[in-house]
T-cell receptor
Framework: AQKVTQTQTSISVVEKTTVTMDCVYE???????LFWYKQTASGEIVFLIRQDSYKKENATVGHYSLNFQKPKSSIGLIITATQIEDSAVYFC????????????FGTGTKLQVVP | EAAVTQSPRNKVAVTGGKVTLSCNQT?????MYWYRQDTGHGLRLIHY???????EKGDIPDGYKASRPSQENFSLILELATPSQTSVYFC?????????????FGKGTRLTVV
């Protein structure tokens, strides 16, 4: 069955450093899509970045990048040059199959960026 | 810009009462979803819909019903609200199929059942 696990409950980093948030997933499907979302202090949830299972190249958007390790069923989110406004809760999610309808989410990792 | 609007944003309900949470999307997406967020559980899928007239059970459907009368609107119904349903509820919309299927979330509804 489809499952997404985030074991890091919270992380604190110093501003301008790099942080990696972990996510492991379980699926029987050969084709799947992995997503990261950010929930700000106001509660709003926004999409950040996506990795397609059939792509070997790690996705990158701005100062967000992914570390996709398919043999380990792992998709880490890397934030470089962190800023105070990166403080938020980050969710990993997965959708199975090319025609899959819904995404299943992990429990989230709370990131605090301190000066 | 994708838009998903939830109403009400805050709701206090009495145990045993009926609660309806509404969601409207202007993205013309075929899929819509209801999730609830609780500490330690992340976002859990309650119901979802492929399109007008369809509803499907998610991972935690017990105690909830859903209604999708049109492409734009998707409601979550608690026929007999219980304190355990106190939570923050998020509606979302998205496409089926293909790669560009990130979902777009509403701002959430905070429901308190007393």
């Amino acid at each position: 069955a489809q499952k997404v696990t985030q074991t890091q409950t919270s992380i604190s980093v110093v501003e301008k450093t790099t942080v990696t948030m972990d996510c492991v997933y379980e699926t029987r499907d050969s084709s799947y899509f992995l997503f990261w979302y950010k929930q700000t202090a106001s509660g709003e949830i926004v999409f950040l970045i996506r990795q397609d299972s059939y792509k070997k190249e790690n996705a990158t958007v701005g100062h967000y990048s992914l570390n996709f390790q398919k043999p380990k069923s792992s998709i880490g989110l890397i934030i470089t040059a962190t800023q105070i406004e990166d403080s938020a809760v980050y969710f990993c999610a997965m959708r199975e199959g090319w025609s899959g309808t819904y995404q299943r989410f992990g429990t989230g990792t709370k990131l605090q960026v301190v000066p | 810009e994708a838009a998903v609007t939830q109403s009400p944003r805050n709701k206090v309900a009495v145990t045993g009462g009926k609660v309806t949470l509404s969601c409207n999307q202007t993205n013309n997406h075929n899929n819509m979803y209801w999730y609830r967020q609780d500490t330690g559980h992340g976002l859990r899928l309650i119901h979802y819909s492929y399109g007008a007239g369809s509803t499907e059970k998610g991972d935690i459907p017990d105690g909830y019903k859903a209604s999708r009368p049109s492409q734009e609107n998707f409601s979550l119904i608690l026929e007999l609200a219980t304190p355990s349903q106190t939570s923050v509820y998020f509606c979302a919309s998205g496409w089926t199929g293909g790669a560009n299927t990130e979902v777009f979330f509403g701002k959430g509804t905070r429901l308190t059942v007393v």
